[in-house]
């Protein structure tokens, strides 16, 4: 009798593999809405941004006749397209795309100045008019804060 106890104590494999399973899909499922997502926000802003610059960088590049612009304030920042350009200004607005709006109280400022408000230009050469800065330009603030690089030859990437 007491041989045939000892058998019958503990788990088997089935349990043992379906327990995993159910662990595996609850830390995958859950845990990753338990934890703080304003990281991940700053990271993706970014890189969102980062995809921005470099788009208005590339239609000033192909498109000469035309002035692109970003408008970047503490809600958000906008792009637009400009049929004429006074000095570092886009003027005559032709069309604004829908506002980008910054969540979780993340926002993008000037690195020199901390400036929420202010307008990003690039010339016919993909070179940064305004504002005028080289290096690190631009900082998205989170709980963390990410830095965006702009070089003097047009290079946009990420510190």
Do not use: K, W
Not at 72 to 90: E, I, K, M, P
């Amino acid at each position: 009798m007491s041989q045939q106890r000892n058998i019958q104590l503990g788990f088997t494999l089935v349990e043992l593999v379906t327990t995993m399973i159910l662990i595996g899909i609850l830390a995958v499922a859950v845990l990753p809405r338990l934890s703080s997502d304003s990281s991940f926000s700053a990271y993706s802003l970014r890189n969102e941004f980062i995809s921005e610059l470099r788009l208005v960088q590339l239609q000033a590049m192909q498109n000469t006749d035309q002035c692109y612009q970003i408008e970047v304030n503490a809600s958000g920042y906008t792009l637009g397209y400009f049929s004429d350009r006074t000095g570092n200004t886009c003027s005559n607005p032709v069309r604004t795309e829908q506002p980008q709006a910054f969540s979780g109280g993340a926002h993008i400022a000037l690195a020199g100045t901390a400036s929420q408000v202010f307008s990003i230009t690039f010339d016919s050469l993909g070179r940064l008019i305004s504002p005028a800065c080289s290096g690190h330009c631009f900082n998205v603030v989170a709980d963390e804060t990410l830095a965006i690089a702009v070089e003097s030859e047009g290079y946009i990437y990420a510190l």
